[in-house]
């Protein structure tokens, strides 16, 4: 199974963007890019997904490289509640077993 | 959004006793349950998959007769933590998912469970 590699934490100041990377040097060609969230003491919950295009939704947006090696998810202005774990996840095409890695701490500053 | 409900949200037991847990989605048909369990700084770690009325897929080193899964009808799973003992003492977590294409998972909340 392909596997992602994301930085153990990040910080970012409240209201400003925020680039959260992933990278997938071995993406399969039918492999999805998830990418969810856990708020403390909570289930993750769903931010955004792609395949090659960028995406936006009204949570974030998901900049996805030419070679699909790596994607970036961005916060476009970042509040104190979106301080969580953001965790980059490849799915195949009707395969929901999904795996988390270690994901991404983001602290946000006042 | 779809929601994910779980009960209770936090439990403690004795050690030896069973415990319940219950997951459901509340607004949608749920064709497959994921349970999935995470130690304080961790992640999740996936411990088994439900399909509506077929038995449990158990990740590799999860034991089918101490986590005791339950996927009854397409909006209720539930998972039995059988003569608990302190090192089960975790955050249980569920997740629905249609199961269709690129799906999302929707999780529910988690349940603390503390094994004295």
């Known amino acids: 199974d392909a596997k992602t590699t994301q930085p153990n934490s990040m910080e970012s100041n409240e209201e400003e963007p925020v680039h959260l990377p992933c990278n997938h040097s071995?993406?399969?060609?039918?492999?999805?890019i998830h990418w969810y969230r856990q708020l403390p003491s909570q289930g993750p919950e769903y931010v955004i997904h792609?395949?090659?295009s960028n995406v936006n939704n009204r949570m974030a947006s998901l900049a996805i490289a030419e070679d699909r090696k790596s994607s970036t998810l961005i916060l476009h202005r970042a509040t104190l509640r979106d301080a969580a774990v953001y965790y980059c996840i490849l799915l195949k095409y009707n395969n929901n077993d999904m795996r988390f890695g270690a994901g991404t701490r983001l602290t946000v500053k006042p | 959004g779809a929601v994910v409900s779980q009960h209770p949200s936090r439990v403690i037991c004795k050690s030896g006793t069973s415990v319940k847990i219950e997951c459901r989605s509340l607004?949608?048909?749920?064709?497959?349950m994921f349970w999935y369990r995470q130690f304080p700084k961790q992640s999740l770690m996936l411990m088994a998959t439900?399909?509506?009325?077929?038995?449990?897929?158990?990740e590799q080193g999860v034991e089918k007769d101490k986590f005791l899964i339950n996927h009854a009808s397409l909006t209720l799973s539930t998972l039995t933590v059988t003569s608990a003992h302190p090192e089960d003492s975790s955050f249980y977590i569920c997740s629905a998912a249609t199961g269709r294409g690129t799906d999302t998972q929707y999780f529910g909340p988690g349940t603390r469970l503390t094994v004295l």
């Open positions: 439900s399909n509506e009325g077929s038995k449990a897929t158990y």
């Open positions: 607004d949608f048909q749920a064709t497959t």
């Open positions: 792609g395949l090659t």
């Open positions: 071995t993406i399969s060609g039918t492999d999805y």
